[in-house]
């Protein structure tokens, strides 16, 4: 019995030396870790930005399946927060500051711990992307003596980063390459009343706009009794790849056609019907640009005549606000075309031998004859001239 209360005794005067001693050392820790992504620069700040994607790649997510992951409203860019609840405690993040595609600053919780997380972002040869994640904060009394029984606070977070860093990579790889490109042919686009903004943006930054954009259009129709009549589409008046430019008006289908009040931001327009080569894009948008020269190569190896007053539409089947994952985004986009003259044959006409008599415009009805009635074709009628399919407004 005393050798037992020997070793209890020993234990507990270990317990409170080591007490003391995690209670004398600072609770600051700076731990920083870098890794090359084999992916492009834009790419990797739109999945970094997101909150949603966070449960994917955090090692002490992805080896905890059991934690839960809550979001505010908003999941991205500055002031977009998710929750964490898990057997090993409870955090949260917010993004405070955001520099597109550079740099994500944010501020982390958990379970008393705090710490200020920094991204930054570099292109690298054959784009790549540089990502260093800094984190730097005060550790709560209980996680000093978790670091200090496994080696330190930079190597158990810096552990935890590289797992993660690892995991980036991975996800992303999967989510760019795992894409399809499908020429569906000529179609036709049927008219649409819809709601828009319309300005003038980055072509890289068109679909970041449209997930600002769209939720203010739906919130708009709800507003007003309006009903959403299909998913929400792009309209590019201009697409320029030479400044990186287009005119856009990001737009809402509605059911009915209505008339906004003068000044309003959110403004009424009615897309005509028309005739369109349809391409269907699924997976990230950063290969729409194939999905144009594909396009393109149909319409010149099919010998189609474009319609060059406006550039195309991209309706979003499932955006980010459907889907996180890039791999199941869905675009339909449909480029303009003139329609094709179809000759119009004249069925022939049959009269009678003429008898001298004078004939009216009313129908005649002819008696039953023995003899095999001589017939006069009637001269081809001309081919009727067709127009191409009005645009919507005069935007285009």
Request: some cysteine.
């Amino acid at each position: 019995m005393k050798i037992l209360k020997y070793l209890f005794l020993f234990a507990l005067l270990s317990f409170v030396a080591l007490t003391v001693f995690v209670a004398t050392q600072k609770g600051d820790f700076s731990v920083e870790r870098s890794k090359v992504i084999n992916s492009p620069r834009t790419t990797v700040y739109n999945y970094l930005n997101d909150f949603r994607n966070y449960e994917d790649f955090e090692s002490w997510s992805v080896e905890d399946p059991s934690i839960k992951m809550t979001y505010a409203n908003k999941t991205s860019g500055n002031g977009a927060a998710f929750y964490w609840d898990g057997a090993e405690g409870k955090g949260n993040s917010i993004i405070l500051k955001t520099k597109e595609g550079e740099s994500i600053d944010q501020k982390m919780q958990f379970d008393g711990t705090e710490a200020d997380v920094n991204w930054t972002l570099k292109d690298t040869l054959n784009g790549k992307t540089k990502v260093t994640w800094k984190g730097k904060g005060t550790m709560s009394f209980l996680f000093k003596i978790y670091t200090a029984l496994h080696g330190g606070s930079d190597r158990v977070i810096g552990t935890i980063y590289e797992k993660s860093l690892a995991n980036i990579d991975k996800n992303l790889d999967y989510e760019t390459k795992t894409y399809a490109v499908t020429v569906d042919g000529v179609v036709k686009k049927t008219e649409t009343p819809y709601i828009k903004q319309t300005f003038t943006s980055e072509i890289a930054k068109v679909n970041k706009n449209a997930r600002i954009v769209i939720p203010k259009l739906i919130h708009f129709s709800e507003t007003n009794g309006l009903s959403a009549s299909g998913k929400p589409f792009i309209i590019y008046h201009t697409y320029d790849t030479k400044t990186g430019l287009a005119k856009i008006s990001i737009c809402l289908p509605i059911n009915k056609e209505i008339s906004t009040s003068s000044g309003s931001d959110i403004l009424s327009g009615k897309l005509n019907g028309f005739d369109a080569v349809k391409t269907t894009l699924n997976g990230d948008y950063s290969h729409r640009s194939e999905a144009i020269a594909k396009t393109t190569a149909y319409i010149n190896n099919q010998k189609i005549i474009p319609d060059l007053s406006w550039s195309h539409l991209e309706i979003l089947t499932l955006s980010k606000l459907d889907v996180k994952a890039s791999s199941k985004l869905v675009t339909e986009i449909y480029f303009p075309i003139k329609p094709k003259v179809v000759p119009v044959v004249a069925e022939p006409v049959y009269a009678p031998e003429s008898t001298g008599e004078t004939t009216t415009s009313e129908p005649r009805t002819e008696q039953p004859r023995t003899e095999p009635v001589k017939r006069k074709p009637a001269a081809p009628a001309p081919a009727p001239t067709q127009t191409p399919a009005q645009e919507e407004d005069s935007e285009f």
